[in-house]
């Protein structure tokens, strides 16, 4: 995807849930009386405002898009108007305030939960989480994995495809617990596999830790694409066939068909085919090319490559709309408890920083998940707006968890903190949330130019 495209993805997501967020605060201040005077999405000079409604608000949009703001009518900011002061912020008690400041997080659980409800009443295809040899020493050959293994279950819960095993396991693999992995062949026959966990160092639990507990996705020999004017194409292989042995010797996955083919440069092959109900012996003779000073043989095909082959390796499961509430909820409320568990661990050492991802790595997902496809880009989308909303609600001062934390000292000491506190918050909140960003930017650049 190029960058055009990347940066319209990532802007039009950043957007969004900007929006959302302060739309909640907007939306609860209202209700409450509180008068509003500018509503912002961006910082900075304006690109664009406008004043709207009876009380004039003024919409804007900032220069500079990485968050936004609801400027609401009080005393602490500009002298207010006698007739006015019963819609001012400060004057209201502290359960508003509370409220209004608590709004725009739970904006964001929200519009996730929409979000989510969208794609369970559609069905989300992934990939059928069938397991490929695992490499020696791994966790998963200690646990005796085989090679079509269909894992149906992580620990109590049922799982469909590989992106629930990776989701469930992340659970167990942050408290480096052994979990019980339910499995069955193509007969059906289940069996349980135990998967020690606790081998596991920060450092391993990153987007790839499935590989580095040495569970593989499993991929047939299945053509997803054929290069126009190739050998492949030529010699009459189409999307979709699937090579079973190559002559007559049997060929289970992708990487052993790559193999044989790269070492046959000019040599004439028969590939047994099988093609819907058809059984074919097709002859190709790999094309010579020379790669870092090895000449190998290229038929010009790739391989099934996401949730598009045969049916066995590939799902999409759909819900009614009401089930799809209770099951967006669910969603939603697990992965904000995880993610809370993951900054706690991040805390401690147990999980690298490595994973604290900022606006470069956003952006770049954003623009992976947009080429994907509008159901892989509402899945980003409700991930981030559960991480916004969970960021938001921490204890740190300048974020609306820090207002509320003010505001729980309040409720207990029975009248508002001192303008010391809030003048002192104020800076340390600042430190700290520059400090992360700097973090955050330089986990992107280490990202983008090591490739990690």
């Not at 409604?53 to 009080?74: C, N, Q, S």
């Not at 942050?174 to 062949?185: C, P, Q």
């Not at 010579?288 to 996401?306: H, L, N, S």
């Not at 309040?410 to 800076?427: A, C, F």
């Amino acid at each position: 995807m190029n960058i055009v495209s990347t940066a319209i993805a990532f802007v039009v997501a950043l957007g969004l849930l900007i929006v959302f967020h302060e739309l909640g605060h907007y939306l609860v201040a209202r209700l409450c009386g509180v008068k509003v005077l500018r509503f912002s999405v961006g910082f900075g000079a304006p690109l664009w405002q406008r004043k709207l409604g009876r009380d004039g608000t003024e919409w804007a949009i900032g220069a500079f898009p990485l968050g936004g703001y609801v400027k609401m009518l009080d005393e602490r900011e500009a002298a207010v108007a006698p007739s006015e002061l019963h819609r001012a912020f400060n004057r209201q008690n502290v359960w508003r305030r509370s409220a209004i400041v608590a709004a725009g997080p739970i904006a964001n659980f929200l519009l996730a939960i929409a979000l989510y409800w969208v794609l369970f009443v559609h069905g989300m295809p992934g990939l059928r989480p069938v397991v490929d040899a695992p490499p020696a020493g791994s966790a998963a050959a200690a646990a005796r994995f085989e090679t079509g293994d269909i894992i149906t279950r992580v620990g109590a819960t049922r799982v469909d495809t590989w992106q629930d095993v990776r989701w469930q396991l992340l659970k167990h693999a942050i408290k480096r617990d052994s979990v019980s992995v339910e499995v069955e062949d193509d007969a059906g026959a289940k069996a349980q596999r135990t998967l020690d966990l606790g081998g596991l160092d920060a450092d391993d639990l990153d987007a790839d830790f499935l590989r580095a507990i040495g569970l593989g996705r499993y991929q047939p020999a299945l053509i997803g694409m054929v290069e126009p004017g190739s050998v492949a194409d030529r010699a009459g292989l189409r999307a979709g066939d699937q090579i079973v042995g190559i002559d007559e010797v049997t060929v289970t996955r992708w990487s052993d068909f790559v193999s044989v083919i790269r070492e046959k440069p000019g040599v004439a092959v028969v590939l047994q085919v099988v093609r819907g109900a058809e059984d074919l012996d097709i002859t190709v003779t790999p094309a010579p090319k020379d790669e870092a000073g090895k000449t190998i043989g290229r038929i010009g095909v790739g391989p099934i490559d996401g949730p598009s082959g045969l049916q066995r390796y590939t799902i999409r499961g759909g819900v009614s709309p009401l089930e799809a509430i209770g099951a967006a909820a669910r969603e939603t409320l697990d992965k904000s408890v995880f993610t809370l568990q993951m900054l706690w661990e991040m805390i401690f050492g147990r999980v690298s920083p490595k994973n604290l991802s900022g606006p470069l790595t956003i952006a770049d997902y954003a623009g992976q998940s947009a080429q994907l496809g509008w159901i892989y880009y509402l899945q980003f989308l409700a991930v981030i707006s559960i991480s916004l909303g969970v960021l938001n609600l921490l204890p740190v001062p300048l974020l609306d968890g820090g207002h509320l934390m003010y505001y729980f000292a309040e409720i207990l000491k029975g009248s508002p903190v001192s303008e010391r506190t809030l003048e002192m918050g104020q800076r340390v909140g600042m430190i700290v949330l520059f400090g992360l960003m700097a973090f955050a930017i330089y986990n992107d650049i280490n990202r983008l130019v090591g490739g990690s």
